[in-house]
């Protein structure tokens, strides 16, 4: 299915986010691309593989390892402390 969607023009099936105040109980995760192979193409930004997902109801993972289905807007939450931690970690591996 995914390569089907990626012909079409994503952004125009992209469901609207749940706009939804539930508090501090959410946070915006950073996507790891490698353990979301299942959606992600070679040349794909994480935006594209957010927005595969939200149409399709697929499960992303994020650098800590939480799960979920993109639904809501990640600019309304603040960045999850771990996954930022992790992506820190590894922009050192890589001398950056």
Do not use: F
């Amino acid at each position: 299915m995914t390569d089907t969607l990626l012909e079409a023009d994503v952004e125009s099936v992209v469901i609207p986010y749940e706009d939804t105040e539930d508090g501090d109980e959410h946070h915006t995760h950073l996507i790891n691309p490698p353990n979301n192979l299942h959606i992600w193409l070679p040349g794909m930004s994480i935006q594209e593989v957010v927005n595969i997902a939200r149409t399709t109801g697929q499960v992303v993972v994020a650098l800590c390892g939480y799960t979920w289905v993109p639904k809501r807007n990640p600019e309304k939450y603040d960045a999850c402390s771990k996954c930022i931690s992790v992506a820190g970690e590894l922009m050192k591996g890589m001398g950056e």
